[in-house]
């Protein structure tokens, strides 16, 4: 079993920026694969940016440039970091992470961007 606590939504205006961190109960050595999802009100959810199996880094085209995903594997911990932003990145940002044959959600962040 793998616990995540998300932090650092909330409200900001267009072009402003916020982090989200998303701690792990679990080394990150067991984990395979780590992700950020967002889902807007009415909309499907949908993977915002993650690391692949390979190490490399994956994001979503709307968010290319604006946002970077990263990680302390010391600390269990995965970011986002979201410049830029626009009042379409509005959404619920949940945390995902695949340890074994298991995956595994964080409770969600609001993030509401104001224009």
């Known amino acids: 079993q793998v616990q995540l606590v998300e932090s650092g939504g909330g409200l900001v205006q267009a072009g402003g920026s916020l982090r989200l961190s998303c701690a792990a109960s679990?080394?990150?050595?067991?984990?395979?694969?780590m992700a950020w999802y967002r889902q807007a009100l009415g909309k499907q959810r949908e993977l915002v940016a993650g690391?692949?199996?390979?190490?490399?880094?994956n994001y979503a085209d709307s968010v290319k440039g604006r946002f970077t995903i990263s990680r302390d594997n010391a600390k269990n911990t995965v970011y986002m970091q979201m410049n830029s932003l626009k009042p379409e990145d509005t959404a619920v940002y949940y945390c995902s992470v695949v340890s074994g044959l298991s995956s595994y959600w964080g409770q969600g962040t609001q993030v509401t961007v104001s224009s």
């Open positions: 679990r080394r990150s050595a067991s984990i395979n694969t």
């Open positions: 690391f692949t199996n390979g190490g490399g880094k």
